[in-house]
């Protein structure tokens, strides 16, 4: 399994609840330039957390990218939840190419668990952060860490 990891856009800092935090128009700009990272690459699906900026930094990757099916919502992609049961869902999946739109804490930690076995280790993901990652087996430790980019990569 190719796994693509993306952190939301930047979003706006006050909301009716963190769940309803929107992106901003910065924020819909780093994603749609991290699109051209995903651009030629064959999703099976991209998976997004239920909170409206991972809603639609989804929505705007899957329109940069001309991805033709819908996106699936995933409650176990929130900010604070367990990296370990993520591995537990993801291991439930047949794709093999599968894009994930979630938020920190989880982003950095699903990362470290999957390449180090662990989830101590920092890997940066700004707004937008895409990691890729690939997979013989999903498990914690077992992943190759392909790419991490981040919008300031593409500046310039």
């Given at each position: ?7 939301h ?21 780093e ?6 990272l ?8 991209i ?10 930094t ?20 929130t ?7 993520v ?5 439930e999946?047949?794709e093999q ?35 890729c ?24």
């Amino acid at each position: 399994m190719r796994l693509w990891i993306l952190r939301h856009g930047q979003a706006a800092t006050q909301a009716a609840s963190d769940a309803e935090r929107p992106l901003t128009p910065a924020g819909e700009a780093e994603v749609q330039a991290m699109s051209a990272l995903l651009a030629n690459q064959p999703l099976d699906a991209i998976l997004a957390s239920p909170y409206r900026r991972a809603q639609q930094t989804a929505a705007v990757m899957r329109s940069a990218i001309g991805f033709t099916h819908d996106v699936a919502t995933a409650p176990w992609l929130t900010p604070d939840d367990d990296p370990g049961e993520v591995l537990r869902f993801l291991s439930e999946r047949s794709e093999q190419q599968l894009l994930l739109v979630s938020h920190q804490p989880l982003v950095s930690q699903l990362v470290s668990l999957l390449v180090e076995g662990n989830r101590a280790s920092h890997y940066p993901m700004p707004t937008a952060g895409l990691a890729c990652i690939d997979l013989d087996f999903v498990a914690a430790g077992l992943g190759t860490l392909v790419a991490l980019r981040v919008p300031a990569d593409l500046a310039g």
